[in-house]
């Protein structure tokens, strides 16, 4: 059975910093043809992806909102996809959600992604 959970999640001022941790069982991040995805959701918004890193290349790719400030990375001895956010402003107060979806990063559908762990939630104050 696949499972995704996330961690890392909290309340940080704008400017902070935090890592996100989204950790498999199931199946391997590297090699399994997985693309791993974050996506986020804020209330009353659309769940928007804000980065991906496929599977075979390692290719990373971001939202224009938040390139230059977010850094997606896999540990394959961890089996862990961790997003790094940096210079966090209160818009990206939202619900953190990795999925993983065999279709690839150019997909950037939430349909289009098979396996979705609960959330974390990140909440940065002004």
């Known amino acids: 059975e696949v499972q995704l959970v996330e961690s890392g999640g909290g309340l940080v001022q704008g400017g902070g910093s935090l890592r996100l941790s989204c950790a498999a069982s199931?199946?391997?991040?590297?090699?399994?043809?997985?693309?791993i995805a974050w996506f986020r959701q804020a209330p009353g918004k659309e769940r928007e992806r804000v980065s991906c890193?496929?599977?075979?290349?390692?290719?990373?790719y971001y939202a224009d909102s938040v390139k230059g400030r977010f850094t997606i990375s896999r540990n394959n001895a961890k089996n862990t996809v961790d997003l790094q956010m940096n210079s966090l402003e209160p818009e990206d107060t939202a619900v953190y959600f990795c999925?993983?979806?065999?279709?690839?990063?150019?997909?950037?559908?939430?349909?289009?992604?098979?396996?979705w762990g609960q959330g974390t939630q990140v909440t940065v104050s002004s």
């Open positions: 999925a993983a979806g065999l279709f690839g990063c150019p997909r950037k559908d939430k349909f289009e992604y098979d396996y």
């Open positions: 199931g199946f391997t991040f590297d090699g399994s043809g997985y693309a």
């Open positions: 890193i496929s599977s075979s290349s390692g290719s990373r």
